[in-house]
């Protein structure tokens, strides 16, 4: 009887010898649980590069994959340049307005002259009604400038918005933490081709 509770000490002795943990840490039974997010790619496209591993730590806004973007960078190519086109006609079409407003000043003037002769006796009624024909050409080209000079700001806007918005898909297609934390999957591989919402990565915010 007395071998028996010896044993039975000396095992329970050993059992909790088993379970100590170093100085420092803390030992405990229970569940941790984390938000898990997805990066998920906002455009078609294929994946050309996985920056990251499962079990990474990440930093927010930290790159972890893109997308190939050469079709993309082509489009934003020619939206560029038709936005240089766009501010090259904008330019020509507010140099012609000022040319066109220099003509009505000068055609105003002469009107005005004629008329002063006139009333001299030194020019007949035909010069002033030539002058004022004159006159009312030189505002229907100003008109007629001032009308392409916002058609032309119109164009040169909605090649500038283009841009804009080719230039925001190029960015979306770098896909970046929206948080710190980590990777917990990569859901795809080199070289997959991905749809719209498709998810990429799976990963864990540990502060939440």
Avoid: C
């Avoid at 020619?78 to 006609?89: G, P």
């Avoid at 009107?111 to 030189?138: C, G, I, K, P």
């Amino acid at each position: 009887s007395l071998l028996v509770v010896a044993g039975g000490a000396f095992a329970w002795h050993q059992h909790q010898q088993a379970e100590r943990v170093p100085d420092g840490i803390l030992y405990g039974n229970g569940r941790l649980e984390l938000t898990r997010i997805d990066v998920a790619a906002k455009y078609p496209g294929r994946i050309t590069k996985l920056l990251v591993h499962e079990g990474d730590s990440v930093t927010a806004n930290q790159v972890l994959a893109q997308e190939d973007t050469a079709t993309i960078q082509g489009q934003y190519d020619q939206a560029t340049a038709q936005q240089n086109r766009a501010a090259s006609a904008a330019e020509r079409a507010g140099a012609e307005l000022s040319a066109h407003q220099a003509s009505l000043r000068l055609a105003q003037d002469e009107l005005r002259h004629a008329q002063t002769m006139r009333r001299q006796n030194l020019v007949s009624d035909m010069e002033v009604t030539q002058r004022r024909t004159q006159v009312d050409s030189a505002q229907a080209a100003v008109a007629a400038a001032a009308q392409a000079v916002q058609e032309a700001r119109h164009a040169k806007d909605g090649a500038a918005a283009q841009v804009r918005q080719i230039q925001t898909v190029l960015e979306d297609m770098t896909l970046r933490a929206p948080v710190a934390g980590r990777i917990e999957y990569r859901i795809v591989a080199d070289g997959s081709v991905v749809a719209p919402g498709g998810r990429v990565f799976s990963m864990l915010d540990p502060v939440d």
